[in-house]
């Protein structure tokens, strides 16, 4: 199996996305993570869900999960809120790191080697060439386990 077999088409957004928009594209799809893209297309960022829900809790909570029991379901309820007006480049971690790429060629074992190495859930399969950087699609870390799963059946 190859990267370029085992890619498929997966929702992106730019650093300049919305992120209320990207959350509810998250939690539409029910999504591991989301590509961030810069504006040619070309992956930037891993967004994953975990991160987008940490930008929602209150540093003191984060800090102190025992005062979660203290926040009324009133406020709880409102935690998206934290999203409005911001970026998906807000709610990247400053110590984000840069997306495991995979080459069209790359084999299963090299996606899981990367996939693994950065413990990212997903893995961007991009061709390189002169024009540029053009996206092939993601494979995730269950789109891959359930292609490894059928091989060694």
Do not use: F, N, W
């Not at 209150?58 to 999960?65: I, L, N, Q, S």
């Amino acid at each position: 199996m190859r990267a370029r077999d085992l890619a498929v088409e997966y929702e992106t957004v730019g650093l300049d996305s919305d992120a209320l928009d990207a959350a509810r594209l998250m939690a539409e799809h029910r999504l591991p993570a989301l590509l961030v893209v810069d504006e040619l297309g070309a992956p930037r960022a891993i967004l994953p869900a975990s991160q987008m829900i940490k930008v929602l809790v209150p540093g003191y909570v984060v800090e102190d999960p025992t005062l979660a029991a203290v926040v009324d379901e009133g406020h709880a309820d409102r935690l998206c809120e934290a999203l409005a007006g911001r970026k998906v480049r807000d709610c990247l971690s400053t110590t984000t790191p840069s997306p495991a790429i995979a080459a069209p060629d790359d084999t299963a074992l090299e996606v899981a080697a990367r996939m693994a190495q950065v413990r990212s859930p997903l893995v961007a399969v991009v061709d390189e060439d002169k024009a540029g950087v053009r996206l092939l699609g993601v494979i995730t870390a269950s789109h891959l386990l359930e292609r490894l799963l059928a091989a060694a059946s």
